[in-house]
């Protein structure tokens, strides 16, 4: 079976500063992975997605992932924040190939930017 | 935006009614699926959908039912609603082309007292 683990529930830091959120994921076979952002009172909107090839992937807002297999990882990171990203942050992972492609998430990470 | 709505967007119901919230999409998409997310859970899978009236259960499914008549409408029912239940319900989909990438609607806040 799938999981998606996110250590930190919370991550604060102050504007401009860098950030890593942290994702790491146990499967059995080969998997897709993706970042969610969810602003407050607002649904999922998708940040970036790791399907195949490079294993660095740049999403939206100047996000962007690397997946590493062997640490079966897929942290996000942004170089200088904003406020404007204050948001939770969720990590997932579905089955590659599988028919019914159905995500697990990880339980999510508030992003608090200070000023 | 994929085209997706749910209604209603807030409810709030007593323990005990049936609740029945709405999925609504207009690209014609096959795959639609219904999460609740709930503080320290993330979102959690409750049913899916892989075409007019194929359904199938997720991690989460005791207590609810889905149906789907139709390919734009997925329909989830709460038969006798419990407190258990208060959640923020989610609806997506897959879009048939591309592979693999979930689009959320805007979600429905359910609350039972």
């Known amino acids: 079976a799938q999981s998606v683990t996110q250590l930190d529930s919370q991550v604060p830091v102050f504007e401009e500063a860098p950030v890593e959120l942290r994702c790491n994921y146990s499967s059995s076979v080969s998997v897709y992975l993706f970042w969610y952002v969810q602003y407050p009172n607002q649904g999922l909107q998708l940040l970036l997605k790791y399907l195949s090839g490079s294993t660095l992937v740049k999403g939206i807002n100047g996000f962007e992932a690397e997946f590493n297999k062997s640490q079966t990882s897929f942290h996000l990171r942004k170089p200088s924040v904003h406020i404007s990203d204050t948001a939770e942050y969720f990590c997932?992972?579905?089955?590659?190939?599988?028919?019914?492609?159905?995500?697990?998430f990880g339980t999510g990470t508030l992003l608090a930017v200070q000023p | 935006d994929a085209g997706i709505t749910q209604s209603p967007r807030h409810k709030v119901t007593e323990t005990g009614t049936p609740v029945t919230l709405r999925c609504h999409q207009t690209e014609n998409h096959r795959y639609m699926y219904w999460y609740r997310q709930d503080p320290g859970h993330g979102l959690r899978l409750i049913h899916y959908?892989?075409?007019?009236?194929?359904?199938d259960k997720g991690e989460v499914s005791d207590g609810y039912s889905v149906s789907r008549s139709k390919t734009e409408d997925f329909l989830l029912t709460l038969e006798s609603a419990t407190s258990s239940q208060t959640s923020v319900y989610f609806c997506a989909i897959k879009e048939t082309s591309g592979v693999d990438t979930q689009y959320f609607g805007p979600g429905t806040r359910l609350t039972v007292l």
């Open positions: 997932a992972v579905s089955e590659n190939g599988g028919a019914t492609n159905k995500l697990i």
């Open positions: 959908s892989y075409g007019v009236k194929d359904t």
